[in-house]
């Protein structure tokens, strides 16, 4: 392998990875609209990654995808939404 080789064939594999990551993870994400703040998701989330925030939901990065929250969800606001979509890139650490 010639010099520098193998530093090309890094920023490949990183940029398809990083490029697949976006658009063909997911994430668990609240429907805003759905959503009524009851707080019974948060009870369940081991990882304190769930907070009510002007009266909804939201999920933040602590989130480890263990799938307890939508299976709790009353009004079934919980889905798992492409890692790359508008609603999941809104999610942060508070
Ligand atoms: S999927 Fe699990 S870790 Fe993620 S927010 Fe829901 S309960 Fe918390
Ligand atoms: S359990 Fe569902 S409705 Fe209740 S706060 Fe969580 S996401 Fe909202």
Redesign the pocket.
């Known amino acids: 392998m010639r010099k520098g080789e193998g530093k090309n064939i890094d920023f490949i594999r990183n940029g398809v990875y990083n490029l697949w990551r976006l658009f063909y993870c997911a994430m668990y994400v609240?429907?805003q609209e759905?959503?009524?703040?009851?707080?019974?998701?948060?009870d369940v989330c081991p990882t304190d990654a769930?907070r009510?925030r002007d009266g909804?939901?939201v999920i933040d990065m602590a989130c480890v995808d263990c799938g307890a929250?939508p299976r709790?969800?009353?009004?079934?606001?919980?889905r798992k939404q492409p890692t790359g979509s508008p609603a999941a890139l809104g999610a942060k650490r508070d």
Not at 34 to 42: D, L, P, R, Y
Not at 72 to 78: T, W, Y
């Open positions: 609240v429907n759905k959503c009524t703040g009851c707080g019974t998701c948060i769930i009510i909804k939901a929250c709790v969800c009353p009004e079934g606001a919980i």
